[in-house]
């Protein structure tokens, strides 16, 4: 069923996909940067919902703010107002009378949202994926990186045009990277001491896999899978492995 929640007059969008019986886990899945929560049945985000409704958990996912159905503009969106998203959206499931464990599942920017929201509602969150993690967002902001892109990071540019796997075109504003800067991502993260699964390829040419190996530094319960050979959409040839991998993880 479609979903629509209020987020400082935005409105977020998005289905919740709900298993048999009368209560269930529940899986909420956060997309990447310039992605979407996916309405194509090949999406990956419509194969992991596939698998895991088939292990009878429910699941949730929405677009952030500036992306797919939501209300916002690309270019006023940074990672700041995806968490203020995700709190939203983990609020709701809260309120979902059937949802016994609830379970965050992200890739990439999602990944880095979904991390750090497991660490700031730490009591509520029982598992968690993370795919691809862009925990190295910080690193390159730092240094006047975006996804492979150069620039001033003395004199930030108002915008920065980026695009897609599809070659659509999206301009991040300069916010973005100012707040990129600053954000606290291990400490945030690492309060949550669930049990974690991290995924990655090494051939991942848009975010560093050092991020993710930091990860297993510094949280209490994770555990890091390397695909050799692998890319940053884990989609090369490891992606019905890896969706099986995070069906057992979950329904363990």
Known sequence: MNVSLKRDGLTLRGDLLRAGGEQSDIAVIFHGLMSSRGNNPEHMFC???DALLEKEL???????????????????????????DAAKIIDYVRSLDFVKNIYIVGHSQGALVGGMIAGLYKEYIKKLVMLAPAATIKDDALAGSCFGIKYD????????????????????????FRLARTLPIYETTSMFEGDTLIIHGSEDE???????????????????????????????FSLDKTICKI???LAG
């Open 153 to 176: 990071a003395q004199n930030t540019p108002e915008q920065i045009t980026m695009r897609n796997e599809e070659k659509q075109e999206f301009s991040l504003g300069g916010l973005y």
């Open 247 to 249: 069906a057992d993880f």
């Open 206 to 236: 848009a975010v560093g896999i050092i991020g993710s190996k930091r990860y297993t530094e510094c949280m209490k319960n994770a555990s890091l899978e390397i695909i050799d050979g692998e890319n940053h959409g884990l989609c090369a």
């Open 58 to 84: 429910s699941v949730v996912k929405f677009d952030f703010n500036g992306h797919g159905e939501s209300d916002g503009c690309f270019s006023d969106m940074n990672v700041y107002n995806e968490i203020l």
């Open 47 to 49: 194969k992991i919902a």
